[in-house]
Nanobody
Framework: QVHLVESGGGLVQAGGSLRLSCAAP????????MGWYRQAPGKQRELVAS???????YYVDSVKGRFTISRDNAKNTVYLQMNLLKPEDTAVYYC????????WGQGTQVTVSS
């Protein structure tokens, strides 16, 4: 079974920053469009950002200008730099492949206090 391992979450005040990391097996990572998703309590999981192998990115409107997704193909790792965090960014954040059926990892909790 493929294992995705997210890390980097925590508790931060509004306006603060966090950097999330996600390591994936190389055979999956290299052919995947990688994405970061989040799920807040009582809400559906949503795609926050994605990045192709070639570095083409997508962001949901609510995080544009504040979040930056990047990937290190040598380390099979995708990152999400989150700046100017808001309380509404509070959620469990997950990474996954957009084009392969991969089981969800445990996620990492991000809590932004006002």
């Amino acid at each position: 079974q493929v294992h995705l391992v997210e890390s980097g979450g925590g508790l931060v005040q509004a306006g603060g920053s966090l950097r999330l990391s996600c390591a994936a097996p190389g055979n999956i990572f290299m052919i995947s469009i990688m994405g970061w998703y989040r799920q807040a309590p009582g809400k559906q999981r949503e795609l926050v950002a994605s990045i192709t192998n070639g570095g083409v990115t997508y962001y949901v409107d609510s995080v544009k200008g504040r979040f930056t997704i990047s990937r290190d193909n040598a380390k099979n790792t995708v990152y999400l730099q989150m700046n100017l965090l808001k309380p509404e960014d509070t959620a469990v954040y997950y990474c996954n492949s957009l084009n392969l059926g991969v089981a969800w990892g445990q996620g990492t909790q991000v809590t932004v206090s006002s």
